[in-house]
């Protein structure tokens, strides 16, 4: 371990400061823009975060231009980002922090875990590059490296494997360096040791990398097979009124996607058509009866935990007003101003369908 720790010292470090990459975050570095880019980055690549991120920056570039925004604009610059509830935590916590704290960013571990949304990996990375305090980081690409370099045979996903890689990665920190040494463990995962070809002969831990030794990188991590996601067939129903305006309903604030705007509909039950899901659905969630018609796309979408397929439909109110029963909020929307709501991928996917039918 000793040996792991002089190594990181003498060549991970100099190894990153040469071969960083650029990365808007990494540049004027402000605590306000370390905590945005470390919540964008959370189960997302770099290449993806960097273009919402800048926009992320343009529209609220402080703190506090953060906390006076609605929701739903914060939302709507999230759009397309998935795992929505970071946006809305990052929101509360922006207002949290200039009516609670006068604006002053937490400094310390304890505080920083305090903000919605930030749990210890999130406050570990946001005091060690923002205030450079000793944390060790540990993510899915500090575990590859770390399980690489000791070949760890275990499980990594099991709670006592956690705790020894957080462990390990306290004692390998250099004091005083810990910005640098969190980054450098990270790029070295997400540009070296890669899950799938790791470059070994280009690593800077090559020298005392147990699984290279072994001639065996891609063995580790050891993980558990990874469950089937259930497969969904969701109905959705573009409804149009008289005066060719949309119905679009909020999901409410708990449920996944919780604020985004979406075409009203749910998922199909044994035994029903989509027509008659989507019937069922508008009735349940708006109170209204409507006349399926025809339809307009089909929507294959990945979540982490479940594949979709949306069926999706126009339709026309037959009787009854809506009224928010099991969603938060309903609008009508005229086509042009469509847009202007903040969206999941899947709904975004039918407005570019309406539209690119609005051309022909
Ligand atoms: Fe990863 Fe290969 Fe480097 Fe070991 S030598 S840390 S397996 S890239």
Same mark, same amino acid.
């Given at each position: ?113 305090? %903000? ?13 590059? /923002? ?62 040791? /890669? ?86 659905? %508008?009735?349940?969630? %708006? ?22 397929? %949306? ?50």
């Amino acid at each position: 371990m000793e040996q792991v720790r002089k190594e990181v010292f003498s060549s991970l470090l100099p190894w990153f400061k040469k071969h960083r990459r650029k990365m808007p975050w990494r540049s004027n570095r402000t605590p306000y823009r370390v905590w945005i880019s470390e919540l964008m980055l959370q189960q997302t690549r770099v290449d993806q975060v960097t273009p919402y991120f800048n926009r992320f920056i343009k529209q609220f570039p402080s703190l506090r231009a953060l906390a006076k925004a609605s929701q739903e604009d914060v939302l709507k610059q999230w759009e397309g980002l998935g795992y929505y509830s970071r946006a809305r935590n990052l929101h509360k916590a922006a207002q949290l922090i200039s009516t609670q704290r006068g604006g002053r960013f937490p400094r310390t571990f304890d505080e920083l875990l305090a %903000l919605p949304g930030v749990g210890p990996y999130t406050a570990a990375a946001i005091g060690s590059l /923002a205030f450079n305090l000793d944390l060790a980081v540990v993510d899915g690409n500090v575990i590859r490296v770390l399980s690489r370099l000791f070949a760890y045979d275990e499980m990594v996903q099991r709670s006592v494997a956690k705790k020894q890689f957080q462990s390990v990665a306290d004692f390998l920190l250099p004091q005083g360096s810990a910005g640098d040494y969190n980054e450098a463990m990270m790029e070295l995962g997400a540009t070296v040791c /890669a899950p799938k070809n790791p470059k070994c002969t280009h690593c800077p831990m090559a020298n005392i990398c147990l699984a290279f030794k072994q001639g065996n990188p891609t063995g580790f991590p050891v993980k558990k097979p990874r469950k089937k996601v259930p497969h969904l067939v969701v109905g959705a129903a573009v409804v149009v009124n008289d005066a060719g305006d949309f119905l679009i309903a909020q999901r409410r604030e708990k449920e996944m996607l919780g604020g985004l705007w979406e075409f009203p509909g749910g998922k199909q039950e044994a035994g029903e058509t989509i027509q008659e899901c989507i019937a069922r659905e %508008l009735k349940e969630e %708006l109170d209204i009866k409507i006349e399926v018609g025809d339809f307009l796309v089909t929507v294959q979408h990945a979540y982490s935990h479940f594949t979709m397929e %949306l069926h999706t439909y126009f339709a026309k109110i037959i009787s009854g007003q809506p009224r928010p029963i099991e969603c938060q909020d309903f609008k009508w929307v005229n086509p042009g101003n469509l847009r202007r709501f903040p969206y999941s991928k899947a709904d975004l996917y039918i407005i570019d369908e309406l539209e690119k039918q609005e051309k022909t």
